[in-house]
């Protein structure tokens, strides 16, 4: 074909030698509208085709090909691989670098459709809404990392005509530096074979990371970083080997669980607590919740001191008797087993705490078995307001710091 071309120059008047400059120009010229030609049509006719086949499909793995540029990678490599094709046929001395160049685009082109495959891969994967699925993306970018530099070393080994070999060799003979470039890729990538491999962390799951000011939902896992949002929509990234390293803590035992913990403690006044005389049982008696308690403990302490002949007319001291604050902690047990948002099947406890010179602390213990963050703060705020609410019902008085109205009163009181 080239010696047709050589010879229509050669009758139109022109030289030997420029006839055959202008015949190598004439067929790269030919080749390369040819291949414009052939991406044109399958780009405006074939993809437009492809796209809309999937769009009628219910397939997810198409969809996710289309969105990788898959599809379009493809049918870029086709007018590329007919022009080395049709270059091959040509006389072996002519476009040498031009073939290189050519297998080498080939390589290169290669290496990014098996990159739009795997980010079809990562892509179907995530879009799975599963609390046990695992983080795939440091995988997949350390596969596209190896995938790019393999191909890399490839093609530069085709433009020099050496073997790929040689420089695979020369790059281990680079191990140190190839470490030193390398040393994140190669730590979040160990980093993340761990974390998949103990089920450390997921996406979706809730991470306080204090280190960091991390303290909220992990939305990325990558090979070199974490990304996670925290509760005021902020954005915290995390080295992905830090989370090997350093310790971070993982709700996502709470949120599998069956409650989520309520763990406060109120503060009592000692100074109002006080022994239970007739007048405050009557009064305990009417409170439904104590009324068969009241009466049970009752009964059983007046037979224990019976038993013993305790002398209860000389002093309060003298035997057992109940107590504004233990009848309270009876009606707080019982207000919270009543509860319809109590989980009571996981740890129940009402307890007292070491005293402090702020008062005696009592405990509540207990999951709620709604663990949506609001809902849980709203009974949790109403467990709290309705104990606020009951304590002077039982004589007793919370601890706080005297204010600035405290000694104003007592102030104006002294005048």
């Known amino acids: 074909m080239i010696k047709s071309i050589q010879q229509f120059w050669v009758d139109t008047g022109v030289s030997v030698t420029s006839s055959e400059h202008l015949a190598e120009g004439t067929i790269l010229l030919i080749v390369a509208l040819g291949s414009l030609s052939i991406y044109w049509v399958l780009r405006n006719y074939l993809l437009r085709l492809i796209h809309h086949m999937t769009l009628k499909t219910t397939n997810q793995w198409d969809d996710a090909l289309m969105d990788a540029k898959v599809f379009h990678r493809v049918l870029q490599l086709i007018p590329v ?107 979040g ?72 913990r309520i763990k406060r403690s109120i503060f009592i006044d000692m100074t109002t607590v006080r022994f239970s005389d007739d007048e405050m049982l009557a009064k305990f008696r009417k409170i439904e919740f104590l009324k068969e308690y009241v009466e049970k403990k009752q009964s059983e302490i007046e037979a224990a001191n019976k038993k013993q002949k305790i002398d209860l007319s000389s002093t309060v001291v003298n035997g057992r008797r109940q107590t504004n604050l233990g009848i309270f902690r009876a009606y707080l047990e019982r207000y919270l087993h009543n509860h319809p948002k109590i989980n009571k099947d996981l740890t129940f406890l009402v307890r007292h705490l070491q005293p402090t010179s702020q008062g005696l602390p009592i405990e509540i213990y207990v999951f709620s078995s709604d663990k949506v963050w609001a809902n849980y703060e709203a009974i949790q705020a109403d467990i709290f307001d309705h104990i606020l609410a009951a304590l002077p019902e039982f004589e007793l008085r919370v601890f706080q710091e005297p204010t600035g109205a405290d000694f104003a009163q007592l102030s104006t009181s002294k005048k």
Do not use: C
């Not at 979706?204 to 949002?229: H, L, S």
């Not at 005021?232 to 709700?251: C, E, H, V």
């Open 81 to 187: 691989t007919l022009s080395l094709l049709i270059l091959e046929q040509m006389t072996p001395g002519l476009f040498i670098f031009l073939k290189r160049v050519l297998l080498a685009w080939v390589v290169i082109a290669a290496a990014r459709i098996i990159d739009g495959f795997f980010e079809s891969i990562s892509t179907i994967y995530h879009s799975k809404d599963s609390d046990q699925r695992k983080p795939i993306r440091p995988f997949i970018q350390v596969l596209v990392i190896v995938d790019y530099l393999v191909a890399s070393i490839m093609a530069i080994g085709i433009l020099i005509d050496k073997s790929p070999w040689h420089l695979f060799g020369l790059l281990g003979g680079l191990t140190a530096v190839t470490m030193l470039v390398f040393k994140d890729t190669i730590l």
């Open 189 to 260: 990538f160990v980093a993340g074979i761990q974390l998949g491999a103990n089920d450390m962390i997921r996406e979706g799951d809730w991470i306080e990371m204090p280190k960091y000011g991390a303290d909220g939902d992990v939305i990325e896992v990558t090979v070199n970083t974490v990304k996670v949002q925290n509760w005021d929509k902020t954005i915290s990234t995390i080295p992905t080997y830090a989370l090997i390293s350093d310790s971070f803590k993982n709700w996502r035992g709470m949120s599998e669980s069956a409650g989520r």
